[in-house]
């Protein structure tokens, strides 16, 4: 059903290549974001989806107005700047801390959303624009494969780099407590899969009680590497892809991202 003759094309290579390591980093991040605001700060489900209205909003209005500016001027520059600004988004959550209040966390998601529209839209103009037109439907799917893989790989990566993290972090931290080595693999084991229903049964950050602290340092610390490792992906495909070139804007891509 692909023809994949379309990948001798370098540009739309670079731009399925683009959807994979874009969404492989930033659903992982949504993901453990999520478990963030819900088992670390103790929001109910709807409260943390609330949270991320500034991401999705901002989305809705630079999406369409980033593809109208890839018809005319190319791909290549809105997403270089969408990928650093969701890399420096991802960085810069790296300092989003247990305690840290959500008009600290909002920019970083107003950021994220922007970063993301500047690249969605445009990385699907530049796809375009190597078809012939009645292959449309064919390169659009094979970007939105792309995207879907890339989330899947992304969440099972990260989740695994956070997993290490969490279970080395809290072993250790038992350890200095004067836990024995055993008592400490097991209880950090059952503590990491106890993880997804703390939000639920425990109060929000402030008022936690003080036995559950060496847990949330140490979803925390797993949580820094995670976004720490999809920042510098993404920031290495953004310097990969502004060196790459992308065709002039052709009048189909102007009329689809019209």
């Known amino acids: 059903m692909l023809q994949l003759a379309f990948f001798r094309s370098p540009t739309f290579s670079a731009a399925v290549l683009c959807a994979a390591v874009v969404s492989s980093g930033m659903f992982g991040v949504f993901f453990f974001l999520s478990l963030f605001f819900q088992t670390v700060q103790g929001f109910s489900p709807l409260e943390a989806g609330l949270r991320y209205l500034p991401c999705t ?14 018809g005319h001027i190319g791909s290549r ?3 270089s700047v969408g990928l650093g600004l969701n890399s420096l988004s991802l960085l810069l959550f790296v300092s989003v801390d247990a305690g840290t209040p959500y008009r600290e966390i909002w920019p970083l998601l107003l950021t994220a959303g922007i970063g993301m529209s500047l690249v969605m839209t445009p990385m699907t103009v530049a796809v375009m624009n190597t078809v012939p037109r009645q292959r449309a439907g064919m390169a659009s799917a094979t970007t939105n494969a792309s995207r879907e893989v890339g989330g899947v790989f992304g969440i099972a990566l990260l989740g695994a780099i956070v997993a290490h993290v969490f279970r080395d972090r809290l072993v250790s931290t038992l350890a200095a407590l004067g836990i024995s080595g055993s008592t400490a693999q097991r209880l950090a084991a059952q503590a990491g899969s106890d993880l997804s229903r703390l939000g639920s049964t425990q109060p929000r950050a402030p008022t936690r009680p003080v036995y559950i602290a060496p847990t949330t340092l140490a979803f925390v610390s797993g949580m820094h590497v995670a976004l720490l490792v999809a920042g510098i992906a993404l920031w290495r495909r953004r310097r990969s892809w502004s060196q790459s070139g992308t065709r002039p804007a052709s009048p189909m891509s102007r009329h689809f991202s019209g």
């Open 57 to 70: 909003g901002v989305a809705m209005i630079i999406a369409p107005l980033a593809g109208r500016l890839a």
């Open 77 to 79: 520059l809105p997403m």
